[in-house]
Structure formats: C-alpha cells, structure tokens
C-alpha cells in the first residue's frame, strides 16, 4: 500500500530531463520536512513551514491523498492513460519522498511494470533512503535525481546526507545525477563548501543546480544568483519550468 497525492501527464520542469513529456506520480509522505524553505501554510489556524510540496509532505493531508492498494488498478488506469497520450512516456515518480515505498509490494509491481514495458524512470529524491537493489532489482533501471538537501533545507545535516544511501544509489543505478535548490543567500556563504563536501561522497556525478522559489513572485529573487553560480563552478543550471509556465499551480 502506499499514497498517491497527484498524477498527471506534463513536461518535466527541472534537472537533466527538463523539457521531456513526462508522466508525473507524485507519492504521499516524507521523511524530512524542510523548515527552511519558504513556504508557509495553514493547518487548523496553526501556521507551519515547509517546501514548495508541503501538500504531499504533511499528513494534515493525507485525507486528501488516494490509498494505493491495488497495483492492477493503477496499471490499467495508466495503460489508459498512455492510450489517450498516444504513446508511452517518460515516467517521473516524485513526492514527497518516493523511496520511503521502494519495498512496498504494490508499489514495487508497479515500477517492475513500467520497466518491463520500455518506459524510463526516474525518481525525484532526497538521496537519504538505501535501496536493496538485490532484492529488488528493477531499480538498477532507474534514474535517480538525487536532491540532496543543503542547510538551507533547515534540516541537519545527519538527517539530510546519508553517505551510505548516497553510494548506493550511485553505485547500483542505471544513471543518477545531483540536482540542489538553492538561493541567492546560500550563494553567497556555504554553497559551494556543502556541495564540495557531498561531491566528495559523489565524485562522478554530474551536478545541477536551480533557484528556490514556488512562485513566480520568488523564483527571481534567486535565479540570476544561481545562474551565475553554475557559470562559475561549471554546473549545470536548472530552471524550473513549471513554475515559470504555472505559477503555483498543483497538477500540471
Ligand atoms: S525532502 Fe523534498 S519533499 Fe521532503 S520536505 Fe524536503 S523538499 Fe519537501
């Protein structure tokens, strides 16, 4: 069993894929909750902090999320889906954090499924969960972003890197890449130190970094700082093409 908050058929807004047609599952639940990026929101008159998907991060949701327990169902509702698109497209399981269901049965018979039919995977995550990739080998075909939180996450910095999930991923996948959010603050004290530090875990990867903001009335106060911090080190930049396009908008 695991939850559904969203899915949805669009383009992929950021990191190395940005700009493919891509089919987004959007998972329930996360490990972490990042405090400390920007986002405000209302839960029964209490206000908390959280990132731009604290609707998928945040149990005070989870009425609003769809139960998972039927791995047919969702295969044919996304056999459907691929039918009325007109072919099969990328794959992008996000969240939240979607790893926390990598041995979640229904869960894994649907990724198994995806592969089995050609479709590329890729899974937006936090970096901070190790997979059995012998017991459950369908990952070694997936792609891995791997959006590892730096501190301005507000999370420390034990929850935020783990070493030993980090070489996992890199070692066992088929492709994994660095992808961090960062801003303009950030630009100019600690980034570079905190990605040399995880670089030295991740020495092969390829890095990308975007600017922090969920809105468009954000995103640029930290874009041109970021850009020119790619220029500088030799990374690449990531826009964030939906927000851009979308604004706030949820679900597309
Ligand atoms: S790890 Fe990602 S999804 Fe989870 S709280 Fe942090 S930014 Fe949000």
């Known amino acids: 069993m695991f939850y559904l908050t969203e899915q949805f058929f669009s383009i992929q807004g950021e990191g190395k894929y940005a700009g493919v047609p891509s089919y987004f599952l959007r998972t329930g639940g996360c490990n972490l909750s990042c405090p400390g990026f920007g986002a405000t929101y209302e839960v029964d008159g209490e206000v908390r902090y959280g990132c731009d998907t604290y609707f998928a991060v945040d149990s005070a949701y989870a009425r609003q999320w769809s139960r998972v327990d039927d791995s047919t169902v969702l295969m044919e509702k996304l056999q459907q889906e691929f039918e009325i698109i007109g072919y099969k497209p990328d794959v992008v399981i996000t969240g939240g954090e979607p790893l926390m269901y990598y041995n979640d049965k229904t869960f894994y018979t649907i990724v198994n499924w995806l592969i089995e039919e050609g479709i590329r995977i890729t899974f937006e995550t936090n970096g901070t969960i190790e ?6 080998p369908a990952y070694k075909n997936c792609v891995f972003a791997l959006s590892i939180k730096l501190a301005n996450s507000g999370e420390p910095a034990s929850k935020r890197i783990v070493p030993q999930a980090l070489k996992n991923l890199q ?11 960062i801003d303009k603050n950030l ?66």
């Open 131 to 136: 997979i059995d990739f012998d017991k459950f």
């Open 187 to 252: 630009v100019e004290t600690t980034a570079i130190d905190e990605i040399n530090e995880i670089r030295k875990i991740l020495p092969r990867l390829e890095v990308f970094c975007m600017p922090v903001g969920e809105s468009r009335d954000t995103i640029w106060k930290n874009d041109r700082a970021v850009f020119e911090f790619c220029m500088k080190h030799n990374f690449r930049y990531s826009d964030r093409l939906h927000i851009r396009v979308f604004d706030t908008t949820q679900g597309v």
């Open 171 to 181: 070692n066992y996948s088929k492709e994994t890449f660095l992808k961090f959010t």
